[in-house]
């Protein structure tokens, strides 16, 4: 099963573009990249996923190199509402192992 | 919808009490899932369910018991309450099982076990 590295925090400048990068050097062709993220304590909330091509919502864009092996979630112009943790999570073929990590602490600053 | 709902929002349990975690979608989703979260850790998977009446284990579930009777509800169960058992309890549904499926989180139960 495929395992992800992110850096422990982050800062961002209120208004600037947040890049949250993830290494996941072992996925598989099959298993799809997503992006969760949790405001203090809250549940964790979906923000994006993806397989090969970059993606793109209302909330992020989702960056996927071409050997699939890192990934880069962008916040085009973060807020302070944006501080939290994100977490980037390689979706195993045994659903039942979907494994979160711990994260990225980003804060966002005024 | 009120999507994924969990009750209570907090407990305190003695050593070898038991209690019931209580979670209810609205979705009509198919899948549940429940995970525990420790202090400044991700989410681990304790239990999912993949339909009424069947359940399976996830990462870690021992000292926890699952049942599924409704689509709509998948009450966890901790029989004799240790205090490894403290912790943060989410419970998620979603409509498959499937790689490209999110996963639609409760706002949590925070347990503290003494």
């Known amino acids: 099963d495929a395992k992800t590295t992110q850096p422990t925090s982050m800062d961002c400048a209120e208004g600037r573009a947040a890049n949250l990068p993830c290494n996941h050097s072992t996925i598989s062709g099959n298993e799809y990249v997503y992006w969760y993220r949790q405001i203090h304590s809250q549940g964790p909330q979906y923000i994006i996923h993806g397989l090969k091509n970059n993606e793109t919502n209302e909330m992020a864009s989702l960056i996927i190199t071409e050997d699939r092996k890192s990934s880069t979630l962008i916040l085009p112009h973060a807020t302070l509402r944006d501080t939290a943790v994100y977490y980037c999570?390689?979706?195993?073929?045994?659903?039942?192992?979907?494994?979160f990590g711990s994260g990225t602490k980003l804060n966002v600053k005024p | 919808n009120a999507g994924v709902t969990q009750t209570p929002k907090f407990r305190i349990l003695k050593i070898g009490q038991s209690m019931t975690l209580q979670c209810t979608q609205d979705m009509n989703h198919n899948y549940m899932y429940w995970y525990r979260q420790d202090p400044g850790m991700g989410l681990k998977l304790i239990y999912y369910?993949?339909?009424?009446?069947?359940?399976d284990k996830g990462e870690v579930p021992n000292g926890y018991n699952v049942s599924r009777s409704t689509t709509e509800d998948f009450p966890l169960r901790l029989e004799l309450a240790a205090p490894s058992q403290t912790s943060v309890y989410f419970c998620?549904?979603?409509?498959?099982?499937?790689?490209?499926?999110?996963?639609?989180f409760g706002p949590g139960t925070r347990l503290t076990v003494l």
């Open positions: 369910s993949v339909g009424a009446g069947i359940t």
């Open positions: 999570i390689v979706r195993a073929y045994n659903f039942n192992k979907f494994y």
């Open positions: 998620a549904s979603s409509t498959s099982g499937r790689r490209d499926d999110e996963q639609f």
